[in-house]
């Protein structure tokens, strides 16, 4: 049975979370930023998890998925509540906790210091994300299911990830490994040089593949059937619930966390991708992707971190999706990673020896004239000394 509640772990620790904020202090920033230490902590201590489980309840795992949803609202809810002044008191939570409780939660909100709402704002990126974005990937998969598919589209339309749920589904996972995808970082570009590159083709690609769609229904772009439109209706429905809850400061809360959100999403993909290359012609194999098969890091991202398996075949579900523990494997582990692409120094000392063995091992021959010309794109003098001495022994 653990085997099928460990993935309730992250519904239920995003609901703590967003349960603590309405305590203030300390309390609104530090139980996240504890989840994310201890996750990279617990990563290096467990043994990796290579274990191929037999499922024979799926529902109970389509139910910890399900359950991100209304965690996500909760959290929305709390962060919005918590932005309020004076006596905003949306829906009388406020009142109510004070009835049963004997907690005074306005009065203790107006007394929050401004830093501990900057603390709150960066802390949550990530629980934001894992709640929403996670959860929600996995469901956006599902397009054989339309209520997991819609429910997927609508949680992470709710931090303004309107275009993902098309372009990833429809593009990325077609495009992995060559210049045409937003997900795939080139040699040599760090997360910020690469964000912005990112973000923005993920929206044109996304616009591309709804218009394309919409067309060969001989539909019109502007429309209620364009899913893009559907999704934006959401999230702007969602900024105005945060403007009703707590004014202005409500709209500058929601929007800098959806930025934020976005920032962790492409991180991710940034870490699973970087400098990979793939022929556009040929087909995704497991290779394609960074691995990665630490214990924890699985639990929260529903085997996301099963990397490989997934873009090797994307329909499948999460409980299904095998180690591959003999693919290209991320370093440190998948919280690990995340973390280091921050300081492009230190993530480029890790990925540099990860790229080397990539090309020697895994690369195709086509596919090493493709590393080669990106390892000179990069600039980086360790890729360089790789094809020299390539060359050399051939």
């Given at each position: 049975?653990?085997?099928?509640?460990?993935?309730?772990?992250?519904?239920?620790?995003?609901?703590?979370?967003a349960c603590l904020l309405f305590l203030g202090g300390a309390w609104m920033w530090l139980p996240a930023i504890l989840q994310i230490s201890a996750t990279a902590l617990a990563d290096q201590i467990f043994e990796l998890d290579t274990e191929e489980k037999d499922y024979r309840h799926p529902f109970l795992l389509d139910l910890a998925l399900y359950l991100s949803t209304p965690a996500a609202l909760f959290l929305f809810f709390a962060i919005f509540w918590v932005a309020?002044?004076?006596?905003?008191?949306?829906?009388?939570?406020?009142?109510w906790i004070h009835s049963w409780l004997g907690i005074d939660l306005i009065a203790i909100r107006n007394h929050n210091a401004w830093y501990h709402y900057a603390l709150m704002l960066f802390s949550l990126a990530i629980p934001i994300t894992g709640v929403g974005g996670l959860a929600g990937h996995e469901l956006i998969h599902r397009t054989w299911r339309p209520f997991d598919l819609w429910l997927g589209r609508f949680t992470m339309a709710l931090n303004w990830g309107i275009a993902f749920p098309i372009e990833h589904v429809y593009g990325h996972h077609a495009y992995v490994g060559t210049t045409k995808d937003p997900a795939t970082a080139a040699r040599?570009?760090?997360?910020?040089?690469?964000?912005?590159?990112?973000?923005?083709?993920?929206?044109?690609?996304?616009?591309?593949?709804?218009?394309?769609?919409?067309?060969?229904?001989?539909?019109?772009?502007?429309s209620f059937k364009n899913n893009l439109l559907r999704l934006a209706t959401i999230a702007t429905t969602t900024?105005?619930?945060?403007?009703?809850?707590?004014?202005?400061?409500?709209?500058?809360?929601?929007?800098?966390?959806?930025?934020?959100?976005?920032?962790?999403?492409?991180?991710?993909?940034?870490?699973?991708?970087?400098?990979?290359?793939?022929?556009?012609?040929?087909?995704?194999?497991?290779?394609?992707?960074?691995?990665?098969?630490?214990?924890?890091?699985?639990?929260?991202?529903?085997?996301?971190?099963?990397?490989?398996?997934?873009?090797?075949?994307?329909?499948?579900?999460?409980?299904?999706?095998?180690?591959?523990?003999?693919?290209?494997?991320?370093?440190?582990?998948?919280?690990?990673?995340?973390?280091?692409?921050?300081?492009?120094s230190l993530w480029r000392r890790r990925i540099a020896p990860k790229l080397k063995e990539w090309d020697e091992n895994y690369a195709s021959?086509?596919?090493?004239?493709?590393?080669?010309?990106?390892?000179?794109?990069?600039?980086?003098?360790?890729?360089?000394?790789?094809d020299v001495a390539a060359e050399g022994a051939a």
């Open positions: 049975m653990i085997r099928y509640l460990r993935f309730y772990i992250s519904p239920v620790t995003n609901f703590l979370i309020g002044s004076g006596n905003q008191d949306p829906l009388g939570f406020g009142l040599g570009d760090s997360l910020y040089t690469h964000l912005p590159k990112a973000m923005y083709r993920t929206i044109a690609n996304a616009w591309e593949i709804e218009s394309n769609r919409l067309r060969k229904l001989e539909k019109p772009l502007w900024t105005l619930v945060a403007y009703w809850m707590a004014g202005w400061r409500g709209v500058l809360f929601h929007l800098t966390l959806c930025f934020m959100a976005k920032v962790v999403l492409e991180a991710l993909n940034y870490v699973e991708h970087y400098g990979i290359v793939r022929l556009p012609d040929r087909p995704v194999q497991p290779r394609h992707s960074w691995n990665c098969n630490h214990l924890v890091s699985g639990i929260f991202t529903y085997n996301l971190t099963r990397h490989s398996h997934h873009h090797a075949d994307a329909q499948v579900p999460f409980q299904n999706l095998r180690a591959y523990h003999d693919q290209p494997e991320m370093p440190g582990g998948f919280m690990t990673a995340y973390l280091t692409v921050f300081v492009p021959p086509q596919e090493r004239v493709l590393a080669k010309q990106a390892n000179e794109n990069s600039g980086w003098p360790e890729l360089l000394r790789l």
